[in-house]
């Protein structure tokens, strides 16, 4: 890449975040924008116009993951791939995801306006659905495109209204067979997610860019207890089967097996408990809770998943409920590419930008898109490692540093 010292045009990029953080299901400036919804293809199509607008050619696939792709003289070549997603959990904030999108795209516009003529193509990819909240399972684009997820199990997904992808899809404008989501090996030559921490590292240690080694493992349940109902006066201690008090033992069972693996990378987490009927003076009979649980070393995780299986069945015989666990997805740990790591190391180098190799404790589209190309992923700070919450934050300076350390990786790996 030419020496010259790309032009970031820092504050077009963060009006366009600020834009794109507007357009929500919540009051501005909580961002909720829950895929197929709404606000997710206000947000799509904001996104694809800035595309448009930097002459990007744009497709989207069955299962609505888009792609803008700024064509190299070699377009024979497998493109440099970079993106992320748009979807964003309930009172979110306006960084995660977006940062990765919107970043990558002014890292491709600085490239032009540098005149850089790229080798190879490199392809913006807005993934649909790296968020599970509406079907309860994350990563559901990049999920297909790496073809863990097949059509059929795609199609048995169900929102909390019974809705399915199907349904959601069509009505979003996404038609074709979801056979054609799936790419094969080779898609992409390499790919590179920019991304903000989600943890606290970065800004601790005052350093400008991490660089991702390995993505933890993340593994999810939803576990359904079913006992007993009855009037909260009534129904005397003795004999109760209170399916919320089973439900609490669970989620402290799990706490205890997460904080007890004598590693800091176990995380675990009950984010999820429907109650029902969910009413004052009445005693819960069935209560729906779901469980994430996740870390650097798989069989460490599954360690926690079998301590909480040994929970369920002694709280089950103890307190006389049935319960029943569903596996919604166990993914295995992501390496990153060591190249592609290497081509970011430099380009942080150039930039003289500070680094330091660090594990993404977050899941993220870059897991999937290992199992079909070469991916490594680009850290930024956020204040506080806030993220998932309104006051998520990146400063104007952070983000400007990634998207320089990504448009020098992009135009290096694209040459
Ligand atoms: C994605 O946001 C995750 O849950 O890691
Ligand atoms: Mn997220
Ligand atoms: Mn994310």
Not at 91 to 97: C, K
Not at 125 to 136: K, M, Q, Y
Not at 219 to 234: F, L, P, T
Request: glycine share 10%.
């Amino acid at each position: 890449m030419t020496a010259a010292r790309p032009q970031l045009t820092i504050e077009g990029l963060i009006a366009e975040l600020l834009a794109l953080g507007r357009i929500s299901e919540s009051e501005p400036p909580v961002v909720t924008r829950v895929v197929f919804g709404e606000a997710d293809m206000r947000a799509r199509a904001y996104v694809k116009s800035l595309c448009h607008a930097a002459g990007l050619k744009i497709r989207e696939d069955a299962i609505g993951n888009t792609f803008a792709r700024w064509e190299g003289s070699d377009p024979a070549l497998a493109p440099i791939g970079t993106g992320s997603h748009i979807d964003a959990i309930p009172n979110a904030g306006l960084y995660d995801g977006c940062v990765g999108v919107l970043g990558g795209l002014e890292a491709i516009r600085v490239l032009q306006k540098l005149g850089f003529k790229p080798r190879r193509s490199i392809e913006l990819v807005i993934f649909t659905a790296e968020e599970p909240t509406r079907f309860g399972i994350g990563c559901l684009g990049s999920r297909m495109m790496a073809g863990v997820l097949t059509p059929q199990q795609a199609l048995a997904l169900r929102d909390k209204e019974g809705r399915g992808v199907e349904e959601w899809r069509s009505q979003a404008g996404f038609a074709g067979s979801l056979d054609s989501v799936a790419e094969p090996r080779g898609r992409f030559h390499q790919f590179v997610e920019l991304h903000i921490e989600q943890g606290p590292y970065l800004e601790q240690e005052g350093i400008d860019v991490g660089l991702v080694t390995h993505i933890a493992a993340p593994a999810s349940q939803r576990i359904v207890i079913e006992g007993e109902g009855g009037h909260a006066g009534g129904k005397l201690m003795p004999g109760r089967k209170d399916a919320l008090a089973a439900a609490a033992e669970l989620i402290l069972a799990l706490e205890s097996a997460a904080s007890s693996t004598g590693a800091i990378d176990t995380v675990g987490t009950v984010g999820i408990c429907d109650v029902f009927p969910g009413a004052v003076n009445s005693v819960p009979s069935r209560v729906v809770i779901t469980t994430d649980v996740r870390d650097i070393d798989r069989a460490r995780r599954d360690g926690v998943l079998a301590a909480l299986a040994a929970a369920t069945e002694e709280v089950s015989t103890r307190r006389g409920v049935a319960i029943t666990t569903e596996l919604i997805n166990s993914d295995p740990p992501t390496t990153c590419d060591p190249a592609t790591l290497a081509a970011l190391e430099a380009s942080a180098i150039a930039a003289g930008k500070t680094h330091k190799k660090m594990v993404a404790r977050a899941y993220h589209d870059s897991s999937f898109v290992s199992c079909i190309a070469p991916v490594a992923m680009l850290f930024i700070p956020c204040r506080g490692g806030v993220s998932h919450r309104p006051d998520e934050y990146s400063s104007p300076e952070w983000i400007g540093g990634g998207v320089h350390v990504l448009s020098r990786t992009l135009a290096e790996l694209a040459s």
